[in-house]
Structures are given as structure tokens and as C-alpha cells.
């Protein structure tokens, strides 16, 4: 890190699982403080769609210095605009010296008024966000936001984005090249990899399979994720029956981990595969990699929404391959057509069936080389990759001082 950057702000809607361990990571490097806009509780949880109300059983507060800002917002949440209403950070800014400050996103009330309060006190503000273009806008809304973006975009001191398609999004923006830092979408590679190998060792992911009643040579195909319709898990069961119905397809489970309000008509759709379809019900962090050990494959069948897919970052840490639609925003970074999995067209369940059969051939045939191919493309997308880019932002805007 650049000497004469020390101090780091950050603003952030409320604790995420993703973020605490690249924060635990960055204090170790800045002085950082995290703002925090809102207290999600468990029942916060099941709002924001999981379907069930639970804590994340990782760490999210231990390791770095972070504040609660005061919500004020008449309905505080993280679901609306104005649910993160924090004025009190046009104070703390004026108060407090920061050399920088990092705001994910602009889509809530507390984002703007940060920014604002950095710009009165001339504070520096990175920015960091996932948007794309293939998320579904109507023409008059593209149009309408265009200007303002045009105008807004291009302010910021740097933005760190974390994968093509929000590079080729900001470029659109007009935000030149010279502010652009690949920081990019990651999760705790360490973690996923280590505890994967763990459950392994244990002999964890046959007791998962057991416990489904999965023959423990059969090829099993995971969906996770919340049970709504941006994530299209209908989608997932329809390719799959048509995949038990192939030759090649004899020996395929399906597994869906997560919970949500289509899972009842999602049960019924696969009543007449319930000995080859798996409902797991919702599972927390820790448990995931044994989880993602028990199965052979992931699919993502997420529409434009899905700005990215952290679920696909997961799985390849584990060591798993991905089936991923074309509209997800990871799908350009992390697939290698053949080599970390397979690309298919949003909604096409023919062509989302083929490839998932087309990933298993690949793994019998070359099981080593996919290995390798995902373990290359984890060194790229990681922790260590952000904070580089992060590093770069910041020495940028040291030398515009």
C-alpha cells in the first residue's frame, strides 16, 4: 500500500459473508474503518428471499474495526432506496480524516449521502459494484438513465470492477480506462478449498449422499440458491428430467440446497423423479464445501439479475465445475467452455440439459485437466486479486493529490 494512504473508509448496506474476510484481510494492510448502514437480523434474511430465517454461522464482525451508522429510514431494510437513511455520515466526514473511502454500490439512500459527505470534505471515493448490461431494462428506462449515468459514472475517483461485463458496463458510462482496477468477484478461496478437503477426508460427502439416498457412483448436479423466480429453479428440474430420460442420463441425481416460495410447486414438478431429485433444504456457510464435495457439478440458471453468481466462485473453490447461463454475469470470467464448464442461452432447458451431460463425459474423459483448469482460474479471481486492484486505486488517487 501506498505510505501516504493509510486511512480507508468503507460503506457497506450491512455485514456480508463475502466481504468480512477480505476486510479481516485489508487491516492488516490499512488503517480501515467499515460503516455499516443497517442490522439485518434473521428474519431480515428471510425477507431478502432465503426463505428461512437463520445467521451466518462465519465470523462477520471479528477482525477489523467497523460502526453501525444510525438508520433513520422509516422502514429500514436493505431491500429499498430509502431503507438505508444514515445522515450522520455527513458529520463523521467532516470530523474524521480519511485518505480514501470505498462505497459498494449506489442503489441505497446511505450510498449517495456518502457520497456526497466525501465530496463536501474532498475525500477520494472508490466505487465497486457488479452491474451489467444483460440485465433486462426496458428501452425508455435505458434511455432515461443514460445522461445521468453518462454524468455520474465518470466522477468517482476509481472504480474497481469485478469482471468484464461490469467493465464493459462502466465503460459505457463513459468512466475512462485510466480508472478502472480489476478487483474481482471472490470468495474465501482459502476457506472453500481447505474445508472442502476436510469434509473429503472425513468422509463427509458420502454420509451427505447416504443421507439423500444418492448411490455413491452416481453423477450428481447441484442447484443452489433461493427458491424465486430470477434464479429460474424450474429451469434446473426441467433439464433434469430430460436428462434421466437420455441413455447417458441413467446414472444422474439432482440436488436443489436452498429454500423459498417456489419450492412447494417445485416439489411437485419433480413428484414423478422424487428417488432421482433432492430437496436439501436450506444450508449455512460452514457447511457448504462438504456439500459442494458430495456432487460432481453446479448449475446456474439465474436470469441478468444475477450480476454475477458468487455460488459458481464456491463450487470451482471446491474444486467443482459449472453449468452457467449465459445471462449471469460470471459466465464470461469463470467459464472456459470444455474446461471450468459449459455456457447455454438463458431459459433453453435442451441446451442446459446437453451441457450438463456434455460436463460429465468431461469428467470422466479428462477429470485432472478440469482440475487444473479450475484451480488457474481461482488464482485469478481471489482475495489476494482484489486487494491488488484495490492497491492500484489507491496509489492512482495518491498520485492526483
Excluded at 477520494?124 to 435505458?142: I, K
Amino acid at each position: 500500500m501506498s505510505a501516504q494512504i493509510r486511512r480507508l473508509g468503507v460503506l457497506l448496506s450491512h455485514p456480508v459473508q463475502y466481504y468480512a474476510p477480505w476486510f479481516r484481510h485489508l487491516a492488516g494492510k490499512l488503517e480501515l474503518t467499515v460503516f455499516y448502514a443497517h442490522r439485518q437480523d434473521a428474519r431480515g434474511q428471510a425477507d431478502a428471499g432465503f426463505g428461512v430465517e437463520f445467521e451466518w454461522d462465519t465470523p462477520l464482525l471479528e477482525g477489523y474495526r467497523y460502526r453501525w451508522l444510525t438508520n433513520v429510514g422509516r422502514h429500514p431494510s436493505v431491500d429499498s432506496f430509502t431503507g438505508c437513511d444514515t445522515p450522520e455520515i455527513y458529520d463523521i466526514l467532516r470530523s474524521e480524516p480519511f485518505d480514501a473511502f470505498l462505497v459498494f454500490g449506489w442503489n441505497r439512500k446511505s450510498a449517495i449521502q456518502t457520497i456526497r459527505a466525501c465530496r463536501r470534505s474532498k475525500v477520494p471515493v472508490l466505487m465497486r459494484g457488479d452491474s451489467q448490461l444483460r440485465t433486462s431494462r426496458s428501452r425508455a428506462r435505458s434511455i432515461v438513465k443514460y445522461l445521468p449515468y453518462r454524468w455520474f459514472l465518470p466522477r468517482f475517483a476509481g472504480h474497481l470492477y469485478v469482471g468484464q461485463r461490469n467493465k464493459a458496463y462502466l465503460r459505457r458510462y463513459g468512466v475512462p480506462e485510466e480508472r478502472l482496477h480489476f478487483a474481482p468477484h471472490f470468495v474465501d478461496n482459502a476457506f472453500f478449498a481447505e474445508s472442502a478437503q476436510k469434509a473429503k477426508a472425513s468422509g463427509k460427502p458420502s454420509q451427505i449422499r447416504a443421507k439423500l439416498a444418492i448411490p455413491g457412483n452416481s453423477f450428481v448436479v447441484l442447484f443452489a440458491g433461493t427458491m424465486i423466480p430470477r434464479k429460474r429453479p424450474a429451469d434446473f428440474i426441467r433439464a433434469c428430467l430430460k436428462v434421466f430420460d437420455q441413455p447417458d442420463g441413467s446414472d444422474i441425481h439432482a440436488v436443489l440446497v436452498g429454500d423459498g416460495p417456489l419450492r412447494p410447486s417445485l416439489e411437485d414438478m419433480a413428484r414423478r423423479c422424487s428417488e432421482r431429485i433432492h430437496f436439501a433444504g436450506f444450508w449455512n456457510q460452514t457447511r457448504l464445501p462438504g456439500l459442494y464435495k458430495a456432487c460432481d457439478a453446479l448449475a446456474l440458471t439465474s436470469d441478468g439479475t444475477e450480476t454475477w453468481g458468487l455460488v459458481v466462485n464456491e463450487a470451482m473453490a471446491c474444486g467443482i465445475p459449472a453449468v452457467v447461463t449465459d445471462a449471469a454475469g460470471c459466465s464470461p470470467d469463470l467459464i472456459d467452455e470444455g474446461g471450468t464448464g459449459y455456457v447455454y442461452p438463458l431459459g433453453d432447458v435442451e441446451a442446459l440439459a446437453s451441457r450438463i451431460l456434455a460436463l460429465k463425459s468431461v469428467l470422466e474423459q479428462r477429470p485432472e485437466s478440469v482440475r487444473r483448469a479450475l484451480a488457474e482460474k481461482v488464482a485469478r479471481y481471489s482475495m489476494e486479486k482484489a486487494t491488488e486492484g484495490l492497491e492500484s486505486a489507491l496509489e492512482a488517487v495518491d498520485k492526483e493529490k
